[in-house]
Antibody
Framework: EVQVVESGGGLVQPGGSLRLSCVAS????????MSWVRQAPGKGLEWVSV???????YYADSVKGRFTISRHDSKNTVYLQVNTLRPDDTAVYYC?????????????????WGQGTTVTVSS | QSALTQPASVSGSPGQSITISCTGT?????????VSWYQQHPGKAPKLMIY???NRPSGVPDRFSGSKSGNTASLTISGLQAEDEADYYC???????????FGGGTKLTVL
């Protein structure tokens, strides 16, 4: 079964750090782009970051310089290092796979999502 | 404020059709055929319904369709069913520094 499972969330004080993990099964993370999307309580979806198959990375302006996405191919895992956390970073963080069907890879659309890991930033 | 503008809510009766709009600019929706639509039920992860403006992933009913005109993309659901009641989000690639943007979401109520 193709799936991703996130972990690493928790309660952290402002200014703190966490490393979120996304373990994939049923596919290899190096074959599809992988993204992180977050959702603050009662709010909409916010795109956070992406890592492409070639290793290129991009970030939302709101997290640039504070968050880092990376990939460990042998562990089939994608990470999001989140530093200098602020209360407005409080959200459920979803890991999502760039969509594909057979040999076709979707552009900028995500077809497999995890259940999310919750990050709460509060003193 | 979200980069893409969606109506906060829409509603329809079972069997009817509804359309949700998603308005951006020439830097995102209008400039590229990279609009996606997601369905999210309460407490659940989003589900991809449409990619690249008009394409349905396998398993998505053909009651769901997507289109685009200028800077506005649309999701149409025909033959509304009770299980379609959910939040719907559009997203698009953007040539701005943000790379990908979402709409603010639309709550669909099936009356």
């Amino acid at each position: 079964e193709v799936q991703v499972v996130e972990s690493g969330g928790g309660l952290v004080q402002p200014g703190g750090s966490l490393r979120l993990s996304c373990v994939a099964s049923g596919f290899t993370v190096s074959s599809n782009f992988m993204s992180w999307v977050r959702q603050a309580p009662g709010k909409g979806l916010e795109w956070v970051s992406v890592i492409y198959t070639g290793g290129s990375t991009y970030y939302a302006d709101s997290v640039k310089g504070r968050f880092t996405i990376s990939r460990h191919d042998s562990k089939n895992t994608v990470y999001l290092q989140v530093n200098t956390l602020r209360p407005d970073d409080t959200a459920v963080y979803y890991c999502a796979r760039g969509g594909s069907e057979g040999a076709y890879y979707y552009y900028y659309a995500m077809d497999v999502w995890g259940q999310g890991t919750t990050v709460t930033v509060s003193s | 404020q979200s980069a893409l503008t969606q109506p906060a809510s829409v509603s329809g009766s079972p069997g009817q059709s509804i359309t949700i709009s998603c308005t951006g600019t020439s830097s995102d929706v209008g400039g590229y055929n990279y609009v996606s639509w997601y369905q999210q039920h309460p407490g659940k992860a989003p589900k991809l319904m449409i990619y690249e403006v008009t394409n349905r992933p396998s398993g998505v009913p053909d009651r769901f369709s997507g289109s685009k005109s200028g800077n506005t993309a649309s999701l149409t659901i025909s033959g509304l069913q009770a299980e379609d009641e959910a939040d719907y989000y559009c997203s698009s690639f953007t040539s701005s520094t943000t790379h990908v943007v979402f709409g603010g979401g639309t709550k669909l109520t099936v009356l």
